[in-house]
């Protein structure tokens, strides 16, 4: 069965950079389109950044330019690659197969102002 599993996050001053990964297991990756979700607290998961099994990208407005979601499917990983970092940022950071309703434990992201 599906398995992810998301690193990288951690507490980092405002304006700095951080770069999550995930690792994904059980599904045949190259495949997958992926996505990055992200819940801060009191609030509901929203879609961070997504990428298709070709590469072709899409992302929330709230972090345009600021973010690069990648994959290498040799690896079968998708990164965050997150710059310019605000403290609205401060979520746990979730990746999906975005056909499978799977969720990991996430990693948690704190900016500090």
């Known amino acids: 069965q599906v398995h992810v599993v998301e690193s990288g996050g951690g507490l980092v001053q405002a304006g700095g950079s951080l770069r999550l990964s995930c690792a994904v297991s059980?599904?045949?990756?190259?495949?997958?389109?992926m996505a990055w979700y992200r819940q801060a607290p009191g609030k509901q998961r929203e879609l961070v950044a997504g990428?298709?099994?070709?590469?072709?990208?899409n992302y929330a407005d709230s972090v345009k330019g600021r973010v690069t979601i990648s994959r290498d499917n040799v690896k079968n990983t998708v990164y965050l690659q997150m710059n310019s970092l605000k403290p609205e940022d401060t979520a746990v950071y979730y990746c999906?197969?975005?056909?499978?309703?799977?969720w990991g434990q996430g990693t948690q992201v704190t900016v500090s102002s």
């Open positions: 990428i298709s099994s070709s590469g072709s990208t």
């Open positions: 059980g599904i045949i990756f190259s495949v997958n389109a």
């Open positions: 999906r197969p975005i056909l499978y309703n799977y």
